[in-house]
């Protein structure tokens, strides 16, 4: 069941809810019922107006949520000399910290659970890979639910295995400190993210704000047993921008950190984002050239790109019209 709270005015940046979808029973071993094309109605549409929805999502229990906040405290409590262990030759998958524009904000990727816990511990810490391992396995579910809804909605059910062999996936965890008295309290910058698709859900400390497309900041609020749902810029292209990417940011207000987990799927770095044929017609020209992903990601990261947020649309974009 859906459901969106009233738009107010944002001079205050006032709570709203964004579109709520229950997911609680819909898996895709039970794709064509009624309870899945009454959600799949739901997840396209606000997938289309808001590029993101708050997803009620019962695979996640309390106790596994406690354990996972209480092991991300654990986890950043280490010493930062620790925690740059986290290495990768993958772009932006590592420890991510210490920059001048957000000091209050870091970050740690997790590709394996198991190797990441020795490397932070050298003793192991099997409750924290097993933690993250099941969060992992349970929003991969909801990943997967959401894709399969959107292609079903697009009648692109012919590219499912394509499509989903597209990505790989990655989980994120992240730190919001308190700022001191005289820092910014910007967690994170605004920015759409460059994926396919982003899960995130955090602590009880709020921060997210998502910008509609008339360009108003809206503060987001969790429940206990909700994340939301999020469009990255390569599905807006893979759709030939039928969905839209939303633009977020985080704002620390309050005297407590804020702890969060996001689950990507990311392209690939050797696949080619094209939109399917049947994207592009007279009324939705193509809008962005076939690109490889880990080349764009590369330019991105650029120091006079990082910040563009029409990066993408520089670097690809048909005309710049569609800036």
């Known amino acids: 069941m859906i459901s969106t709270q009233n738009k107010t005015k944002m001079g205050s940046l006032a709570p709203i809810r964004l579109p709520t979808i229950d997911f609680s029973e819909v898996n895709r071993h039970n794709r064509g019922t009624l309870v899945w094309d009454s959600t799949k109605a739901q997840v396209f549409k606000a997938l289309q107006e808001f590029g993101c929805f708050e997803a009620i999502f019962n695979g996640i229990s309390l106790d596994l949520r406690t354990s996972l906040f209480s092991s991300l405290k654990q986890l950043f409590d280490l010493p930062l000399e620790i925690k740059v262990r986290n290495l990768t030759e993958k772009l932006y998958n590592g420890y991510i910290g210490q920059a001048k524009e957000v000091p209050i904000f870091e970050s740690l990727g997790i590709e394996e659970p198991e190797s990441f816990a020795n490397l ?3 003793e192991g810490n099997i409750e924290f890979s097993n933690t993250i391992q099941v969060y992992a396995e349970k929003l991969k579910e909801l990943d997967e639910v959401v894709r399969t809804m959107v292609l079903e909605s697009l009648n692109l059910e012919k590219y499912m295995d394509e499509h989903m062999e597209l990505t790989s996936n990655l989980v994120r965890v992240m730190k919001y400190r308190t700022p001191e008295k005289d820092e910014s309290n910007m967690g994170l910058l605004s920015h759409a993210d460059k994926n396919i698709l982003t899960i995130l859900q955090s602590n009880e400390v709020e921060g997210l704000e998502v910008q ?3 360009g108003e900041w809206f503060k987001v609020k969790f429940s206990a047993n909700s994340c939301v749902v999020m469009v990255g810029e390569a599905f807006k292209v893979w759709t030939n921008r039928r969905l839209h990417a939303a633009t977020h940011r985080v704002v620390m ?6 702890y969060s987990i996001g689950f990507f799927s990311v392209p690939k770095s050797n696949k080619i984002i094209k939109a399917p044929d ?19 990601f590369k330019f991105f990261l650029k120091k006079e790109n990082i910040n563009d947020k029409y990066a993408l649309e520089k670097y690809c974009g ?4 569609n800036m």
């Open 278 to 296: 049947e994207m592009v017609d007279e009324e939705h020209p193509l809008f962005f050239k076939p690109f490889d992903y880990g080349e764009f």
């Open 253 to 258: 207000n309050g005297d407590k950190d804020r």
């Open 120 to 122: 932070m511990w050298p």
């Open 212 to 214: 509609n497309k008339e």
């Open 318 to 321: 048909v005309s710049a019209e």
